[in-house]
């Protein structure tokens, strides 16, 4: 099993539209977690970091369940520059590196 | 101009050949990685640095090899480049603080024919 799990997708939605992604990790001792982004073939990019009490940013919603060891994204209001990888982050403070799901692939179409 | 380079972008190459790519960073950060990324695939870390004297495998260092030659520099070698280490390399930086944000180089495209 992964350490951190994304469901791949693609997700093909139109403009407007709400999507919801998940991601789980196992490693009960991990204490940060954040979503990237990123564009097709260009570096990672912080999109938010994920709070234990839920954080939003304008159209994004970041949620963490540390009980179920699960992690939201939610997108409200599609554009069509939102198309792109969302990469689900954990870190385990201790250890002090990251590990990265395997990205869930975002389309927005008009 | 970009905090974090990445030397060279596109490279490709030979089986058995010795390839170096490097890093530098304007950030000042103390935390280094180095990471590499496979179609359809998140990225693996290959080895990390939280300073100039401390150097840590990743989940894939076999076959590679790095040198923290500065704060800021940080290099990634391929000894003898095979086929399957075909790949988009990156590069990035963190402080030292748990939530502290990865800034990326732009990626190295190798190719290993």
């Known amino acids: 099993r992964k350490e951190v799990e994304q469901d791949p997708g693609p997700f093909n939605v139109p403009e407007g539209a709400t999507v919801a992604f998940n991601c789980t990790y196992s490693n009960s001792a991990s204490q940060s977690f954040f979503w990237y982004r990123q564009d097709c073939r260009k570096e990672p990019k912080l999109l938010m970091s994920v709070y234990s009490s839920g954080n939003e940013d304008g159209r994004f919603t970041a949620q963490l369940n540390r009980a179920s060891q699960y992690i939201s994204l939610l997108i409200r209001d599609s554009k069509l520059s939102d198309s792109a990888t969302y990469l689900c982050v954990v870190k385990s403070t201790n250890a002090g590196k990251s590990t990265f799901g395997d990205g869930t692939t975002l389309t927005v179409k008009p | ?113």
Not at chain 2, 74 to 90: D, K, M, V
């Open chain 2, 1 to 113: 101009d970009a905090d974090v380079t990445q030397t060279p972008r596109n490279r490709i190459t030979k089986t058995g050949k010795r390839i170096m790519l490097e890093c530098s960073q304007t950030k000042g950060h103390d935390r280094m990685y180095w990471y590499r990324q496979d179609p359809g695939l998140g990225l693996r870390l290959i080895y990390y640095s939280f300073d100039v004297k401390d150097i840590n495998k990743g989940e894939i260092s076999d076959g590679y090899s790095v040198s923290r030659q500065a704060q800021a520099k940080f290099s990634l070698s391929l000894e003898s480049a095979i086929p399957n280490q075909t790949a988009l390399y990156f590069c990035a930086t963190s402080e030292k603080t748990g939530w502290s944000e990865q800034f990326f180089g732009p990626g190295t495209r190798l190719t290993v024919l």
